[in-house]
Antibody, heavy 115, light 110 residues
Framework: EVHLVESGGGLVQPGGSLRLSCAAS????????MHWVRQAAGKGLEWVSG???????YYADSVKGRFTISRENAKNSFYLQMNSLRAGDTAVYYC?????????WGQGTLVTVSS | QSVLTQPPSASGTPGQRVSISCSGS????????VFWYQQLPGTAPKPLVY???QRPSGVPDRVSGSKSGTSASLAISGLRSEDEADYYC???????????FGGGTKLTVL
């Protein structure tokens, strides 16, 4: 069974940094593109970043230059390094993956940017 | 403002058929597949439709997707109370080089 578990969320001050992790199990991690999707309270889904099996990275304009996605296939994990955090980055962050569609999601980790 | 446009709300009575629209442009829906997700309160999104009109295993055939030009639709027939949820469309956008979502549609079963 596919299992994704996020960690690393928490409270951080504006301008601060946080690193999210997503640990994967139950599938051949290295053969899947991986994504981060966030959702602010009461708002819709927003794709944040994705990384391909070959290591190509993609970012939403809202986080470009501030966030960095990476993966470590040997550890079946991928990450989101978030720098220069703003209040608008406050959200639940989900990791997600799938072949035809993102059919596997983590439970989400809450990131709160506040002073 | 979302790149893909959905109505904020939709409603229907049990047994009815409801449709949710998703409008985009030539750089996203017009050129790429459309995906639909269902999200119940406090839970992660669940996939409903991929590649415009394909259902993942486990999704009932009363759920269907379609696409025409730069717009797509999700239809749910035989509406049930458990269909009450938020629904999101998604597609890849060539101009943004990013995945984009619609703003979401809250479906209420009256």
């Amino acid at each position: 069974e596919v299992h994704l578990v996020e960690s690393g969320g928490g409270l951080v001050q504006p301008g601060g940094s946080l690193r999210l992790s997503c640990a994967a199990s139950g599938f051949t991690f290295s053969t899947y593109d991986m994504h981060w999707v966030r959702q602010a309270a009461g708002k819709g889904l927003e794709w944040v970043s994705g990384i391909s099996t070959a290591g190509h990275t993609y970012y939403a304009d809202s986080v470009k230059g501030r966030f960095t996605i990476s993966r470590e296939n040997a550890k079946n994990s991928f990450y989101l390094q978030m720098n220069s955090l703003r209040a608008g980055d406050t959200a639940v962050y989900y990791c997600a993956t799938g072949l035809d569609i993102w059919d596997s999601w983590g439970q989400g980790t809450l990131v709160t940017v506040s002073s | 403002q979302s790149v893909l446009t959905q109505p904020p709300s939709a409603s229907g009575t049990p047994g009815q058929r409801v449709s949710i629209s998703c409008s985009g442009s030539s750089s996203n829906i017009g050129s790429h597949y459309v995906f639909w997700y269902q999200q119940l309160p406090g839970t992660a999104p669940k996939p409903l439709v991929y590649n415009n009109n394909q259902r993942p295993s486990g999704v009932p055939d009363r759920v269907s997707g379609s696409k025409s030009g730069t717009s797509a639709s999700l239809a749910i027939s035989g509406l049930r109370s458990e269909d009450e949820a938020d629904y999101y469309c998604s597609s890849w956008d060539d101009s943004l080089r990013a995945w984009v979502f619609g703003g979401g549609t809250k479906l209420t079963v009256l």
